[in-house]
């Protein structure tokens, strides 16, 4: 077994009247399989970047590592995230509907890892 420890800090003085300054922090158990960092390149087409059912609860990591154009993420068949240039996500997945990627203009590369629970 390994553990994962994931991060999120936001800061800001101008986004409301008080200062924005907190940090959340978990250790998470990886117990399966870890796949990645890897990259892919995609396009206007679906890419199927996870199965359903290949998996066991996990967590998945995405970076647009695009300057310009955005990555559209499905999961299932809903648009969940939108990653535009730059942004990333990391996010528990459940594994029970797949996850599918698409440019939303151009080819962006989508940099990805999954954590298995």
């Not at 996500?89 to 890892?113: H, I, K, M, Q, R």
């Amino acid at each position: 077994m390994a553990t994962l420890t994931p991060s999120l800090t936001l800061t800001s003085t101008d986004t409301t009247s008080d200062t924005l300054s907190f940090t959340v922090d978990d250790s998470l158990t990886i117990s399966g399989d870890i796949i990645g960092p890897s990259r892919v390149a995609t396009s206007g087409s679906d890419l199927t970047l996870l199965a359903n059912g290949s998996y066991t609860k996990s967590y998945v990591y995405l970076k647009n590592t695009d300057s310009t154009n955005a990555i559209n993420v499905d999961i299932g068949t809903q648009l969940s995230i939108q990653l535009d240039a730059g942004e990333f996500a990391f996010f528990p997945w459940e594994s029970s509907a797949d996850v599918v990627v698409a440019a939303g203009g151009g080819t962006p590369v989508l940099e990805y890892a999954v954590y298995e629970a």
